[in-house]
Protein backbone atom coordinates (compact mmCIF):
# COMPACT_ATOMS: atom_id res chain seq x y z
CA UNK A 1 0.00 0.00 0.00
CA UNK A 2 2.98 2.07 -0.52
CA UNK A 3 1.84 5.97 -1.53
CA UNK A 4 4.71 7.02 -3.84
CA UNK A 5 6.60 4.15 -4.95
CA UNK A 6 10.15 4.38 -6.80
CA UNK A 7 12.64 2.02 -8.37
CA UNK A 8 15.32 0.78 -8.45
CA UNK A 9 16.34 1.96 -5.19
CA UNK A 10 20.38 1.55 -5.29
CA UNK A 11 21.40 2.16 -9.16
CA UNK A 12 25.57 2.09 -9.77
CA UNK A 13 26.65 2.83 -12.79
CA UNK A 14 29.38 3.32 -15.05
CA UNK A 15 29.82 6.71 -16.77
CA UNK A 16 29.00 7.34 -19.70
CA UNK A 17 25.84 4.78 -19.58
CA UNK A 18 22.27 5.56 -19.76
CA UNK A 19 19.60 4.02 -16.83
CA UNK A 20 16.02 5.30 -15.93
CA UNK A 21 14.03 5.86 -12.99
CA UNK A 22 10.60 4.74 -12.58
CA UNK A 23 7.92 6.52 -10.03
CA UNK A 24 4.35 5.06 -9.66
CA UNK A 25 1.98 6.46 -7.29
CA UNK A 26 -1.57 5.36 -5.84
CA UNK A 27 -2.74 8.81 -4.35
CA UNK A 28 -5.16 9.70 -7.22
CA UNK A 29 -2.48 13.08 -7.29
CA UNK A 30 -2.58 14.74 -10.62
CA UNK A 31 0.48 16.34 -10.56
CA UNK A 32 4.26 14.77 -9.74
CA UNK A 33 7.78 15.88 -9.38
CA UNK A 34 11.52 14.80 -9.75
CA UNK A 35 13.83 16.42 -7.16
CA UNK A 36 17.31 15.57 -7.02
CA UNK A 37 19.09 15.56 -3.36
CA UNK A 38 22.35 16.10 -3.23
CA UNK A 39 25.08 15.16 -0.41
CA UNK A 40 23.98 18.73 1.84
CA UNK A 41 20.44 17.46 2.10
CA UNK A 42 19.31 20.08 -0.80
CA UNK A 43 16.59 19.35 -2.52
CA UNK A 44 16.72 20.91 -5.68
CA UNK A 45 13.25 20.78 -8.31
CA UNK A 46 14.05 19.49 -11.73
CA UNK A 47 10.84 18.70 -13.44
CA UNK A 48 7.13 18.61 -12.53
CA UNK A 49 3.96 16.98 -14.61
CA UNK A 50 0.22 17.87 -13.66
CA UNK A 51 -2.29 15.42 -15.78
CA UNK A 52 0.85 14.43 -17.92
CA UNK A 53 2.12 17.71 -19.07
CA UNK A 54 5.00 19.05 -17.61
CA UNK A 55 4.35 22.26 -16.04
CA UNK A 56 8.15 22.70 -14.55
CA UNK A 57 11.32 22.11 -16.18
CA UNK A 58 14.14 23.95 -14.22
CA UNK A 59 17.81 24.47 -15.45
CA UNK A 60 18.44 20.63 -15.79
CA UNK A 61 21.03 19.46 -18.94
CA UNK A 62 18.91 17.77 -21.99
CA UNK A 63 20.68 14.39 -20.58
CA UNK A 64 17.81 14.20 -18.13
CA UNK A 65 14.69 13.35 -20.04
CA UNK A 66 10.62 12.82 -17.54
CA UNK A 67 8.39 11.09 -19.03
CA UNK A 68 5.04 10.90 -18.00
CA UNK A 69 2.65 7.85 -19.21
CA UNK A 70 -0.34 8.58 -17.38
CA UNK A 71 -0.88 11.20 -14.40
CA UNK A 72 0.29 8.14 -11.79
CA UNK A 73 3.25 7.75 -13.15
CA UNK A 74 6.45 9.66 -14.01
CA UNK A 75 9.96 8.26 -15.27
CA UNK A 76 12.89 9.98 -15.67
CA UNK A 77 15.38 8.47 -18.17
CA UNK A 78 19.04 9.77 -18.17
CA UNK A 79 21.47 9.04 -20.65
CA UNK A 80 25.35 9.83 -20.71
CA UNK A 81 25.88 9.58 -17.05
CA UNK A 82 28.43 11.78 -15.60
CA UNK A 83 30.16 11.71 -12.40
CA UNK A 84 28.06 14.58 -11.39
CA UNK A 85 24.50 13.05 -11.20
CA UNK A 86 25.36 10.73 -8.31
CA UNK A 87 22.94 11.58 -6.30
CA UNK A 88 19.24 10.62 -4.38
CA UNK A 89 16.51 11.22 -6.89
CA UNK A 90 12.99 11.49 -5.54
CA UNK A 91 9.55 10.93 -6.51
CA UNK A 92 7.01 13.22 -5.03
CA UNK A 93 3.13 13.65 -6.13
CA UNK A 94 0.81 16.63 -4.85
CA UNK A 95 -3.01 17.11 -5.26
CA UNK A 96 -1.93 20.48 -7.55
CA UNK A 97 -3.78 23.79 -6.90
CA UNK A 98 -3.76 26.14 -4.90
CA UNK A 99 -5.85 24.79 -1.92
CA UNK A 100 -3.78 23.97 1.47
CA UNK A 101 -4.33 20.36 0.15
CA UNK A 102 -1.61 21.13 -1.51
CA UNK A 103 1.55 18.90 0.05
CA UNK A 104 4.38 17.11 -1.28
CA UNK A 105 4.54 12.97 -0.28
CA UNK A 106 7.68 12.11 -1.46
CA UNK A 107 8.92 8.39 -2.27
CA UNK A 108 11.97 6.66 -0.72
CA UNK A 109 14.19 7.76 -3.14
CA UNK A 110 16.58 6.05 -6.25
CA UNK A 111 20.16 6.38 -5.09
CA UNK A 112 22.39 6.38 -8.41
CA UNK A 113 26.21 6.24 -7.94
CA UNK A 114 28.24 6.94 -11.40
CA UNK A 115 31.90 6.05 -11.10
CA UNK B 1 19.97 34.60 -2.35
CA UNK B 2 18.77 31.62 -1.96
CA UNK B 3 14.63 31.61 -1.32
CA UNK B 4 14.94 30.07 1.49
CA UNK B 5 17.43 30.32 4.21
CA UNK B 6 17.76 27.27 6.81
CA UNK B 7 20.78 26.72 9.11
CA UNK B 8 22.23 23.42 8.57
CA UNK B 9 23.51 22.61 11.74
CA UNK B 10 24.41 20.12 13.00
CA UNK B 11 22.34 20.42 16.54
CA UNK B 12 22.84 18.73 19.19
CA UNK B 13 20.88 18.24 22.09
CA UNK B 14 20.08 15.99 25.14
CA UNK B 15 16.80 14.22 25.79
CA UNK B 16 13.93 15.90 26.95
CA UNK B 17 15.05 19.28 25.63
CA UNK B 18 13.27 21.52 23.53
CA UNK B 19 14.26 22.55 20.37
CA UNK B 20 13.81 25.50 17.96
CA UNK B 21 14.06 24.84 14.25
CA UNK B 22 14.07 27.98 11.95
CA UNK B 23 14.08 29.19 8.69
CA UNK B 24 13.60 32.85 6.86
CA UNK B 25 12.42 33.40 3.61
CA UNK B 26 12.48 36.48 0.77
CA UNK B 27 9.54 35.80 -0.87
CA UNK B 28 6.05 37.29 -0.28
CA UNK B 29 3.64 35.32 -2.53
CA UNK B 30 4.72 32.02 -0.58
CA UNK B 31 1.42 31.37 1.51
CA UNK B 32 1.93 27.85 2.52
CA UNK B 33 4.64 26.44 4.93
CA UNK B 34 5.31 23.26 5.66
CA UNK B 35 7.78 20.89 7.91
CA UNK B 36 9.14 17.63 6.74
CA UNK B 37 11.13 15.28 8.38
CA UNK B 38 13.52 12.96 6.79
CA UNK B 39 15.44 9.61 8.18
CA UNK B 40 18.74 8.69 7.02
CA UNK B 41 18.30 6.87 3.66
CA UNK B 42 14.47 7.66 3.73
CA UNK B 43 12.70 9.92 1.40
CA UNK B 44 11.15 13.19 3.02
CA UNK B 45 7.38 13.11 5.26
CA UNK B 46 5.39 15.84 5.86
CA UNK B 47 5.28 17.06 9.38
CA UNK B 48 3.16 19.78 9.47
CA UNK B 49 1.98 22.91 7.40
CA UNK B 50 0.20 25.53 8.05
CA UNK B 51 -0.85 29.35 6.12
CA UNK B 52 -1.63 31.85 8.37
CA UNK B 53 0.60 33.85 11.00
CA UNK B 54 0.46 32.00 14.30
CA UNK B 55 1.07 28.76 15.99
CA UNK B 56 -0.15 25.20 15.33
CA UNK B 57 0.49 22.56 17.60
CA UNK B 58 0.25 18.33 16.91
CA UNK B 59 1.69 17.01 19.86
CA UNK B 60 5.16 17.63 20.75
CA UNK B 61 5.44 19.67 17.98
CA UNK B 62 4.68 23.56 17.25
CA UNK B 63 5.02 25.14 14.17
CA UNK B 64 5.16 29.05 14.24
CA UNK B 65 4.58 31.54 11.47
CA UNK B 66 5.19 35.12 11.04
CA UNK B 67 4.48 36.30 7.58
CA UNK B 68 5.54 40.21 8.61
CA UNK B 69 8.89 39.18 9.65
CA UNK B 70 8.92 36.19 6.58
CA UNK B 71 10.49 33.51 9.65
CA UNK B 72 8.92 30.28 10.44
CA UNK B 73 9.84 28.02 13.25
CA UNK B 74 8.78 24.45 14.30
CA UNK B 75 9.48 23.70 18.20
CA UNK B 76 10.12 20.39 19.58
CA UNK B 77 9.13 19.64 23.08
CA UNK B 78 10.41 17.03 25.35
CA UNK B 79 12.64 15.78 22.36
CA UNK B 80 13.66 12.55 22.19
CA UNK B 81 16.56 9.95 20.66
CA UNK B 82 13.60 9.22 17.76
CA UNK B 83 13.42 12.84 16.62
CA UNK B 84 17.42 12.26 15.85
CA UNK B 85 16.74 13.34 11.50
CA UNK B 86 17.32 16.45 9.08
CA UNK B 87 14.23 18.99 9.28
CA UNK B 88 13.62 20.51 6.08
CA UNK B 89 11.38 23.56 6.15
CA UNK B 90 9.20 24.10 2.71
CA UNK B 91 7.05 26.87 1.11
CA UNK B 92 4.83 26.41 -1.08
CA UNK B 93 3.54 29.33 -4.58
CA UNK B 94 1.02 28.74 -6.74
CA UNK B 95 2.35 24.51 -7.42
CA UNK B 96 5.89 25.68 -6.68
CA UNK B 97 7.94 23.87 -3.34
CA UNK B 98 10.80 26.03 -2.23
CA UNK B 99 13.28 24.28 0.53
CA UNK B 100 15.11 25.20 2.98
CA UNK B 101 18.63 23.15 3.36
CA UNK B 102 17.41 20.94 5.84
CA UNK B 103 18.97 21.12 9.56
CA UNK B 104 20.33 17.72 11.15
CA UNK B 105 19.04 17.58 14.50
CA UNK B 106 20.78 14.31 17.02
CA UNK B 107 18.95 13.88 19.94
CA UNK B 108 21.18 12.21 22.59
CA UNK B 109 20.05 9.60 25.74
Known amino acids: DTAVSQTPKYLVTQMGNDKSIKCEQNLGHDTMYWYKQDSKKFLKIMFS???????INETVPNRFSPKSPDKAHLNLHINSLELGDSAVYFC??????????????FGAGSRLTVL | QKEVEQDPGPLSVPEGAIVSLNCTYS??????FMWYRQYSRKGPELLMYTYSSGNKEDGRFTAQVDKSSKYISLFIRDSQPSDSATYLCAMRSGNQFYFGTGTSLTVIP
Open chain 2, 27 to 32: NSAFQY
Open chain 1, 92 to 105: ASSQGGVSGANVLT
Open chain 1, 49 to 55: YNNKELI
